[in-house]
């Protein structure tokens, strides 16, 4: 089980299960979450800037079927972060670019697509991107854009911020993504990974600096247990899979990323004694989730399978991506932890989000447990 100690566990356990049920409960110390990062949290930000290449279906179904409409979101209904915005009783958070929309609850300013290094860097390494994309720091310039446009004065701002959690990722995972995409070794992805370190640290930095009290950075998924890299990566006859039928060699280079994000982490944390930082462990989380996939109602048979995609062993195809001609969708989306083979389905994002504020995978959990006591 993952870090915090057992008490805390139990205690943010029946905390949440008794808010869950007590509607009267008390109200929660958050009153908006401002969200940055990639697909993984984007709630409609790439789809009002119109969506290209692997993204260009998500305006449609079967994209959003569960939630029976389509948000520009990458899986079949929700994401984490509305389940984290729930659990703090507030509405789902809003993409920076929806011009009416009601951002009385947060702004979300991922996109879907984006990386943590600009768009400078990766071209200089001849790392191919998406079209538009918006890095780290133009999520954070459009977020200065929106305090500038919203506070009434500096105290406003300090007192809006206060009582505010921050999301700052998942991202980085694109960065890595583009590259191994392109065939480059992981040894040489493994040269981008301080940067991409730097880069979340140094958002998190300055929103401190504006007044961030509460900031979660979530670390990267494993992706050798994504449909996606089976695919592209899998050698007939090799001992790179694990127990679980995951490539070890890209869990590990994983692994690796969360190891030095988590170093600067607790760099910020000595640096910001009287700032809340936590580290949300997605690499755990998802590995918890495979590991009790039958108890949660997962198809143990279909777990490294994407629900949406043109066959194959891992029912992923590059040239032929979900929503697009060629690919159809699993009987039911919710007994898959795969989407489209690159994002997750609502049902396996929910198991997370519990894993997450439950299982002790989001640390420290005495933070979790003050951020989410509500």
């Known amino acids: 089980?993952?870090?915090?100690?057992?008490?805390?566990?139990?205690?943010?356990?029946?905390?949440?299960?008794?808010?869950?049920?007590?509607?009267?409960?008390?109200?929660?110390?958050?009153?908006?979450?401002?969200?940055?990062?990639?697909?993984?949290?984007?709630?409609?930000?790439?789809?009002?800037?119109?969506?290209?290449?692997?993204?260009?279906?998500?305006?449609?179904?079967?994209?959003?079927?569960?939630?029976r409409k389509p948000t520009g979101r990458c899986s079949d209904g929700l994401l984490i972060i509305d389940y984290l915005a729930m659990a703090l009783k507030l509405p789902l958070i809003n993409p920076y670019l929806d011009s009416g929309a009601d951002f009385s609850g947060g702004v979300n300013f991922a996109v879907a697509g984006a990386t943590a290094l600009d768009r400078t860097v990766l071209v200089q390494n001849a790392i191919v991107m998406t079209p538009g994309n918006m890095p780290l720091s133009s999520q954070l310039d459009w977020f200065k854009s929106h305090l500038n446009a919203t506070c009434t004065s500096q105290e406003d701002c300090a007192k809006k911020l206060a009582g505010a959690l921050f999301l700052v990722g998942e991202i980085g995972g694109n960065d890595y993504n583009y590259a191994f995409f392109q065939k480059r070794s992981i040894e040489a992805?493994?040269?981008?990974?301080?940067?991409?370190?730097?880069?979340?640290?140094?958002?998190?930095?300055?929103?401190?600096?504006?007044?961030?009290?509460?900031?979660?950075?979530?670390?990267?998924?494993?992706?050798?247990?994504?449909?996606?890299y089976l695919s592209l990566f899998s050698v007939a006859?090799?001992?790179?899979?694990?127990?679980?039928?995951?490539?070890?060699?890209?869990?590990?280079?994983?692994?690796?990323?969360?190891?030095?994000?988590?170093?600067?982490?607790?760099?910020?944390?000595?640096?910001n004694s009287d700032v809340s930082i936590v580290y949300a462990d997605y690499y755990g989380a998802f590995l918890h989730l495979l590991d009790?996939?039958?108890?949660?109602?997962?198809?143990?048979?279909?777990?490294?399978?994407?629900?949406?995609?043109?066959?194959?062993?891992?029912?992923?195809?590059?040239?032929?991506?979900?929503?697009?001609?060629?690919?159809s969708t699993c009987a039911d989306p919710a007994r898959h932890v795969s989407w489209d083979g690159i994002h997750l389905t609502q049902q396996a994002y929910r198991a997370?989000?519990?894993?997450?504020?439950?299982?002790?995978?989001?640390?420290?959990?005495?933070?979790?447990?003050?951020?989410w006591s509500c």
């Open 1 to 67: 089980m993952a870090g915090g100690s057992s008490h805390a566990k139990l205690l943010l356990t029946m905390v949440l299960l008794h808010a869950l049920m007590d509607s009267a409960a008390a109200a929660c110390s958050v009153n908006a979450i401002y969200s940055f990062g990639d697909s993984i949290a984007d709630t409609g930000n790439l789809l009002r800037e119109g969506p290209v290449g692997f993204f260009s279906s998500i305006g449609s179904y079967p994209y959003g079927q569960t939630y």
């Open 189 to 228: 992805v493994k040269a981008y990974v301080p940067q991409v370190v730097q880069s979340i640290t140094n958002v998190a930095k300055e929103l401190i600096e504006l007044g961030a009290t509460q900031i979660m950075i979530p670390g990267n998924f494993p992706i050798g247990c994504s449909p996606s």
């Open 237 to 271: 006859g090799s001992t790179d899979h694990d127990e679980r039928g995951c490539l070890v060699s890209y869990n590990s280079f994983a692994a690796y990323h969360n190891e030095q994000l988590q170093a600067a982490i607790d760099g910020l944390r000595k640096a």
């Open 292 to 327: 009790h996939a039958s108890v949660l109602g997962f198809d143990e048979g279909s777990l490294l399978k994407a629900c949406c995609g043109a066959g194959g062993v891992y029912n992923f195809d590059m040239d032929m991506m979900c929503g697009g001609l060629g690919a």
């Open 352 to 371: 997370m989000a519990l894993a997450l504020l439950m299982e002790g995978f989001a640390q420290p959990a005495e933070s979790v447990l003050q951020i």
